[in-house]
């Protein structure tokens, strides 16, 4: 007889972490994506770049990101794995595999590692397992071991190497020494002097992060018991001495109160974008549509001069992700090209640095002015969008050396509004969130009112989650200073402000096409449509030899990349890159003529337009769509002509479009 097929067998793997041990009964079938994303969940780790996972103690061999099965590795009943959750090379990346197609791959899998605000519900997330494991270190005063395994950004490790004080130059009135001497008129002084740094015009409001490192590490013991350590706000793993959870709790494994203070450091302190364009092209689909726009924000960091051993953010683009999006709000939607376009920004010498959203209402159309809506007497940010800010910087931790044993203390991820200010003209403030709002957000604890955007509420506890006391301080009306509980709080204890900017020069990581020549349609837009036919219009407006302008745009480039249809592969990409970041035309102008990809992308575009009736007036790069099937719209009636500034229909022989009022 023949044997009848077995089922899949059952295994136990055990997971060994810093925090302690887990087990999980997986089949045997399972592949190593799927086991990734158990791990995940089972250790609440939401960014991969944070932790990797190994065969051996020694933490040799490890396990990347595959749809194969778990058989493939060897894994049988029993194993232990090693959990690895400090900072250093992303989990899922294997290094002897191309990147993007490692990307498209993580794209396409059960297994994700992108930025997603799925899981960030309106009650501020899923309630988790308050006894699991917790890789967040509560305050404490220890023996400060720098950690040598933690990779620091590069800018990081310019500002260890400076000396950081601030010269002052001779008195002549005061300094009674020759040119060799120094006195307390002209001595060095410290970066973290509040003194100097309020008589700075204007006045550095916070003082940098490097300089509040140096006044940790400074004095007779340098900094020898002070440790960088975050809050933790759950409950304590692995308490023998009682019942979990809501049977019982004792103070060794019971999270500390939490008092709020206002961070006197941040560790962004100013952010600059290079070029006016990059706005006014994100702020195109608002002025088209009257829409609100979410993006993220593309580009590097560098030393900021004004600031003493300060930290600038340089944005050279904005990515769009799908959104819905309404004149009140937006919805921020799972992109499957997000590690495709960390894979291209990357390739470029950029990272996600941080997102950006307008908050516009009209107040005059003829003129252009919106609203002055966000100031002290209502808010700067929302409860709503501190729980985001505080969601996106935890998936962007900042690596530091002095922070044990995770190697990772706050972000240097940075929020930007486009409001209006008090002459109703559209301009963009920066922020990020405290470390404390950070914890509270991680910890599932902080949640928005549901009346009131200026105020934050804290949970309370429930047979589910245990949620400290969160204090803040406040004056009363006669002047004294009290402490109130954070039901509810203002998120003013929350925010840190960050100035934005543009540079009297503009920098340009990425050419304009120049004047007269149509841009490429931006991705996830519903009045615009990015297809091969779309770019091979676009490019259309090049000759060969200015091949290089019309690849100079971050959009083609993710395109390129992104295209499922033709395939661009690494080496590809290398070279578009490399023409594009030292600007040869020459390589561009030889891969244009060379490469299999742009012929297969020609020949596709060709054999599109053969198959497709001709109408007049159709553009593919600004076809209007019906609903979401993104079907070309119907051929317009005798009479009727479309708006090539905003695409509405309008009907009759009229001088200037109906819907946005510029002329035929």
């Known amino acids: 007889m023949p044997k009848m097929a077995s089922k899949d067998e059952k295994m136990?793997?055990?997971?060994?972490?810093?925090d302690g041990t887990k087990r999980l009964e997986v089949s045997d079938s399972l592949t190593v994506d799927g086991l990734l994303g158990l791990i995940g969940e089972s250790f609440d780790l939401t960014a991969a770049s944070s932790w990797r996972l190994f065969k051996d103690r020694q933490k040799t061999l490890q396990i990347f990101s595959q749809p194969a099965s778990i058989k493939s590795l060897g894994l049988k009943h029993g194993d232990l794995l090693y959990l690895d959750m400090s900072s250093g090379q992303r989990m899922d990346v294997d290094p002897d595999k191309a990147p993007l197609q490692m990307a498209r791959r993580r794209g396409d899998s059960s297994f994700s590692s992108s930025v997603s605000l799925s899981a960030l519900q309106r009650d501020g997330g899923r309630d988790r397992d308050e006894t699991s494991n917790n890789n967040s270190i509560t305050p404490r005063m220890s023996e400060s071991v720098p950690n040598g395994d933690v990779v620091e950004d590069e800018v990081d490790q310019a500002l260890w190497k400076q000396d950081g004080s601030v010269q002052r130059p001779k008195d002549e009135r005061l300094c009674k020494h020759g040119s060799t001497g120094k006195c307390i008129y002209c001595i060095p002084i410290e970066p973290f002097d509040e003194e100097y740094l309020q008589s700075r015009s204007p006045p550095i409001k916070h003082m940098s992060f490097h300089a509040y490192l140096r006044k940790l590490t400074s004095g007779a013991n340098k900094g020898k018991f002070a440790a960088l350590s975050e809050v933790s706000c759950r409950i304590k793993s692995g308490c023998t001495s009682h019942l979990p959870w809501p049977e019982g709790i004792c103070t060794k494994c019971q999270p500390s109160a939490v008092t709020l203070?206002?961070?006197r450091y941040r560790h962004i302190d100013n952010i600059m974008f290079e070029n006016a364009d990059l706005i006014e092209r994100f702020l195109d689909h608002y002025r088209r549509t009257g829409l609100q726009r979410i993006g993220f924000l593309y580009g590097r960091y560098e030393q900021h001069k004004d600031v003493p051993l300060g930290i600038r953010t340089v944005v050279a683009a904005i990515y769009e992700p799908p959104q819905a999006?309404?004149?009140?709000?937006?919805?921020l939607r799972e992109d499957p090209h997000s590690e495709v376009v960390d894979c291209v920004a990357s390739k470029m010498g950029l990272k996600r640095v941080g997102w950006i959203f307008t908050d516009l209402v009209a107040e005059d159309d003829r003129v252009?002015?919106?609203?002055?809506?966000?100031?002290?007497?209502?808010?700067f940010l929302t409860a709503e969008e501190c729980i985001t800010a505080a969601f996106f910087q935890s998936q962007h931790p900042n690596p530091c050396k002095l922070s044990s044993p995770s190697g990772q203390f706050g972000s240097k991820f940075v929020s930007v509004i486009v409001t209006g200010d008090q002459s109703s003209q559209i301009h963009f403030e920066g922020y990020q969130v405290s470390n404390q709002c950070?914890?509270?957000?991680?910890?599932?604890?902080?949640?928005?009112?549901?009346?009131?955007p200026e105020l934050a509420y804290v949970k309370t506890s429930t047979s589910q989650q245990y949620v400290p006391d969160v204090f803040y301080k406040e004056k009363d009306k006669y002047g004294n200073e009290v402490t109130s509980i954070a039901r509810p709080l203002p998120v003013e204890y929350l925010i840190v402000d960050v100035p934005a900017a543009m540079p009297k020069e503009p920098r340009y990581t990425f050419k304009p096409p120049g004047k007269g020549k149509q841009l490429f349609p931006v991705e996830n837009r519903l009045d615009q449509i990015q297809d091969i036919g779309a770019l091979l219009h676009y490019t259309s407006q090049f000759p060969r030899t200015h091949f290089l302008d019309a690849i100079s745009d971050f959009h083609v480039l993710i395109f390129?990349?992104?295209?499922?249809?033709?395939?661009?592969?690494d080496d590809d990409l290398d070279i578009l890159v490399a023409a594009v970041m030292s600007g040869d035309a020459d390589i561009a102008e030889t891969w244009a003529?060379?490469?299999?990809?742009?012929?297969?992308?020609?020949n596709v575009g060709a054999n599109q337009d053969s198959s497709m009736p001709s109408t007049s007036g159709a553009n593919s790069s600004t076809r209007q769509v019906n609903g979401a099937s993104g079907s070309a719209r119907a051929?317009?009636?005798a009479g009727e002509w479309t708006c090539t500034h905003c695409t509405f229909v309008n009907s009759g022989p009229v001088d200037a479009c109906e819907m946005c009022g510029l002329p035929h």
């Open 12 to 18: 136990l793997l055990r997971i060994q972490s810093a």
């Open 261 to 263: 203070n206002r961070q």
């Open 560 to 569: 390129m990349a992104s295209l499922e249809t033709v395939t661009l592969n």
């Open 635 to 637: 051929p317009q009636n």
């Open 368 to 379: 252009g002015t919106v609203k002055y809506l966000r100031h002290k007497d209502t808010y």
């Open 438 to 452: 950070m914890s509270l957000v991680r910890d599932n604890c902080l949640v928005p009112t549901y009346d009131a």
């Open 593 to 602: 003529a060379s490469s299999q990809f742009w012929t297969a992308l020609n």
């Open 325 to 331: 999006d309404t004149e009140n709000g937006i919805e």
